[in-house]
């Protein structure tokens, strides 16, 4: 049973950062994937960032790149989304996911999902 908690969310002014963690549980989660999608009012999910199982390699959205980092504790299954230079186009509820089955930009190929975190950008 895999189970993804995320936390860090909040309310920030434009220009400032954030650091999101998502803790896992399951034994899956030290050899899969991660990643972050986040999902505005009306709006569909959006790819964030997503690392591989090792740290390795990471992929950003194009939304996130130069702004965002994604790194990852295999010792703790934990995931992190260090988010700087905030905008007011950033708010949005952010997810944690893992285990990805396919392309990694596609929500509905990654096979575990946290309840998510609110992330309020103020301008």
């Known amino acids: 049973q895999v189970q993804l908690v995320e936390s860090g969310g909040g309310l920030v002014q434009a220009g400032g950062s954030l650091r999101l963690s998502c803790a896992g549980s399951g034994r899956t989660l030290s050899s899969a994937p991660m990643g972050w999608f986040r999902q505005a009012p009306g709006k569909e999910r959006e790819f964030v960032a997503a690392?591989?199982?090792?740290?390795?390699?990471?992929f950003y959205g194009d939304s996130s790149k130069g702004r965002f980092t994604i790194s990852r504790d295999n010792d703790k299954l934990t995931v992190y989304l260090q988010m700087d230079s905030l905008k007011p186009e950033d708010t949005a509820v952010y997810y944690c996911a893992a285990d990805p089955d396919g392309d990694y930009q596609v929500p509905t190929d990654w096979s575990y999902w946290g309840q998510g975190t609110q992330v309020t950008v103020s301008s």
């Open positions: 690392i591989t199982w090792s740290g390795s390699s990471t």
